[in-house]
């Protein structure tokens, strides 16, 4: 192990979600003895504002520095990973802590691929309906632009339905927004 390695404490992925907001997608204990106790469910919030949050022009920080810890979080479309520091030493080496944060993200998304595969079972009906929807809403989009009142008439869904439906396949990169008619979103493929 390397000694920014060393420094690292845990690592934590937040997502957005169109309705809950910021919410964790997943957590990794590195050094259990020395890990930093907090409720990471309430902090992702304060968290995901700080370091996605404000201008795109203005500065967006690299770190954060708390009394007894530190947070650096780097961008993964509209995702951050975060890697929490047990002092102040790793933030001398960025690009190890940056290629640490891929690496633990990549190796996270292979187990929960893995975890997916292995556990069929619990695919409901539900989710293969869903699937199914994202499918056509890919299909309708290859040409045209649509706002998300009409995907959400075309499909008789809730708005809370379509904008989890639309914000899944925003992230997966499959669309995205084209701008706006009004209130409403535009989407489009990518």
């Not at 060393?6 to 590195?30: L, T």
């Not at 954060?64 to 990973?81: A, R």
């Not at 940056?98 to 190796?107: F, G, K």
């Not at 989009?141 to 708005?159: C, M, Q, V």
Request: net charge negative; with cysteine.
């Amino acid at each position: 192990m390397t000694s920014t390695m060393d420094d690292v404490s845990s690592a934590m992925s937040i997502g957005f979600d169109m309705i809950s907001g910021p919410m964790v997608r997943w957590k990794k204990e590195i050094d259990v003895k020395n890990s930093v106790k907090l409720d990471y469910d309430h902090f992702a919030l304060a968290t995901y504002l700080a370091f996605k949050g404000g201008n795109e022009i203005g500065p967006v920080p690299q770190a954060i520095v708390y009394d007894s810890f530190s947070v650096v979080g780097f961008q993964k479309g509209l995702d951050l990973v975060c890697l929490f520091l047990k002092n102040t030493k790793g933030l001398e080496n960025m690009a190890r802590l940056r290629s640490l944060a891929e690496d633990i993200s990549a190796q996270m998304e292979m187990q929960e691929v893995t975890d997916e595969l292995e556990n069929p079972a619990s695919k409901s009906e539900e989710s293969e309906n869903t699937k199914e929807i994202e499918r056509i809403i890919c299909n309708m989009l290859r040409k045209n632009t649509l706002a998300t009142p009409e995907i959400r008439k075309h499909f008789k869904l809730t708005s809370s339905e379509t904008w989890a439906i639309m914000s899944n396949l925003e992230h997966d990169g499959l669309v995205k927004r084209a701008g706006k008619d009004g209130r409403s979103v535009l989407w489009t493929l990518t």
